[in-house]
T-cell receptor, first 115, second 110 residues
Framework: NAGVTQTPKFQVLKTGQSMTLQCAQDMNHEYMSWYRQDPGMGLRLIHYSVGAGITDQGEVPNGYNVSRSTTEDFPLRLLSAAPSQTSVYFC??????????????FGEGSRLTVL | RKEVEQDPGPFNVPEGATVAFNCTYSNSASQSFFWYRQDCRKEPKLLMSVYSSGNEDGRFTAQLNRASQYISLLIRDSKLSDSATYLCVVNVGGFQKLVFGTGTRLLVSP
């Protein structure tokens, strides 16, 4: 099983450039989310989606856009990269949206450096 | 106050030791609680869910104290392979938002 697949695994950008981090899951999960992980900050929720066509903001949404046109894909777009967006990004999904389905399945992460 | 706070680390323990981590949460309406494990430069993976009555999985025991708003993780007979960062996770503001603590690093030495 592929599970949650993120691409690219590594990326270096210059300030002001745009890019899209791709996330795909093959488990037919309703819920998908993006986190960033920074030293001393833990994982912080950027955006999440409870199904195709539905997205919402998390804790740190500024500077990021998302869309959910299909159940499988949940891309994260950086419109104008800033050094503060240097981080490790994780995409995660889970089967349902109720309290008993809390296990998040994570991708391997995307390490982004903005110069 | 942070929504989820964990014991500061790292915890350095010898093999065979028992170690406990605590995690406090600020939202009294939270209903879902989990412990995740994250190895260095890897993605987090679910270790165990935390239920109201407490639960055990082999050497690992998780407990929830709603009155004091904290959860705990007890690891008995520590193994070298237990060395990792342990993340406390709580739902905040509804079922859709899971908030992670900053993690507690455990180092088990021979």
């Amino acid at each position: 099983n592929a599970g949650v697949t993120q691409t690219p695994k590594f990326q270096v950008l210059k300030t002001g450039q745009s890019m899209t981090l791709q996330c795909a899951q093959d488990m037919n999960h309703e819920y998908m989310s993006w986190y960033r992980q920074d030293p001393g900050m833990g994982l912080r929720l950027i955006h999440y989606s409870v199904g195709a066509g539905i997205t919402d903001q998390g804790e740190v949404p500024n500077g990021y856009n998302v869309s959910r046109s299909t159940t499988e894909d949940f891309p994260l777009r950086l419109l104008s990269a800033a050094p503060s967006q240097t981080s490790v990004y994780f995409c995660a999904s889970r089967p349902g949206t109720g309290t008993l389905t809390g296990e998040l399945f994570f991708g391997e992460g995307s390490r982004l450096t903005v110069l | 106050r942070k929504e989820v706070e964990q014991d500061p680390g790292p915890f350095n323990v010898p093999e065979g030791a028992t170690v406990a981590f605590n995690c406090t949460y600020s939202n009294s309406a939270s209903q879902s609680f989990f412990w995740y494990r994250q190895d260095c430069r890897k993605e987090p993976k679910l270790l165990m869910s935390v239920y109201s009555s407490g639960n055990e999985d082999g050497r690992f025991t998780a407990q929830l104290n709603r009155a004091s708003q904290y959860i705990s993780l007890l690891i008995r007979d520590s193994k070298l392979s237990d060395s990792a960062t342990y993340l406390c996770v709580v739902n905040v503001g509804g079922f859709q938002k899971l908030v992670f603590g900053t993690g507690t690093r455990l180092l088990v030495s021979p």
